[in-house]
T-cell receptor
Framework: GESVGLHLPTLSVQEGDNSIINCAYSNSASDYFIWYKQESGKGPQFIID?????DKRQGQRVTVLLNKTVKHLSLQIAATQPGDSAVYFCAESNQAGTALIFGKGTTLSVSS | EPEVTQTPSHQVTQMGQEVILRCVPI?????FYWYRQILGQKVEFLVS????????KSEIFDDQFSVERPDGSNFTLKIRSTKLEDSAMYFCASKTGTPNTGELFFGEGSRLTVL
């Protein structure tokens, strides 16, 4: 079946540190993965995506790594800021490509 | 910046009542979605809609749920007879392009409380 999960429910870092949020997925046929950020009381917000033909993709202060061998996805945030505090979800496209399946979130807390 | 808008932001209803949640997707988007999030849990897919029909639905989306695009701008989710376990935040989302690519834009959500 399709399922996406995260390794840790919470992550606490100091401002300026680099953060790494991990996600494991079970469907080896998935070919599209996305990271979303959800701030309190708001809807999920797109951060970065990656296709299965890539193993790394960089954005502004964020990098997504995909390891298809172990079905692992990670989000790296450089120089974490208090504004990065939120719940982070990984998501994968279902096999039909008609829906995104979200994993459980990791709550990132950034202290000054 | 264009955004997905949802109304109401919060609705309280009695068990067994019908509820309609409304969404205005981004105007040039072609794919529309409803998701729900029970407090503190993950975002769960309910249904996707394209070309005026449902393209995919989850196990959660049973006969009590329906979606409509009654005009060129609105996209609604109806729950015919609400249950306590329907209490959740409901998110509408939309996107342009093919289903398996591109950014999915979410609204701010409608919180449904069933008493």
């Amino acid at each position: 079946g399709e399922s996406v999960g995260l390794h840790l429910p919470t992550l606490s870092v100091q401002e300026g540190d680099n953060s790494i949020i991990n996600c494991a997925y079970s469907n080896s046929a998935s070919d599209y993965f996305i990271w979303y950020k959800q701030e309190s009381g708001k809807g999920p917000q797109f951060i970065i995506d990656i296709r299965s033909n890539m193993d790394k993709r960089q954005g502004q202060r964020v990098t997504v790594l995909l390891n298809k061998t172990v079905k692992h996805l990670s989000l790296q945030i450089a120089a974490t800021q208090p504004g990065d505090s939120a719940v982070y979800f990984c998501a994968e496209s279902n096999q039909a490509g008609t829906a995104l399946i979200f994993g459980k979130g990791t709550t990132l807390s950034v202290s000054s | 910046e264009p955004e997905v808008t949802q109304t109401p932001s919060h609705q309280v209803t009695q068990m067994g009542q019908e509820v309609i949640l409304r969404c205005v997707p981004i105007s040039n988007h072609l794919y529309f979605y409803w998701y729900r999030q029970i407090l503190g849990q993950k975002v769960e897919f309910l249904v996707s809609f394209y070309n005026n029909e449902i393209s995919e639905k989850s196990e959660i989306f049973d006969d009590q749920f329906s979606v409509e695009r009654p005009d060129g701008s609105n996209f609604t989710l109806k729950i015919r007879s609400t249950k306590l376990e329907d209490s959740a935040m409901y998110f509408c989302a939309s996107k342009t392009g093919t289903p398996n690519t591109g950014e999915l834009f979410f609204g701010e959500g409608s919180r449904l409380t069933v008493l």
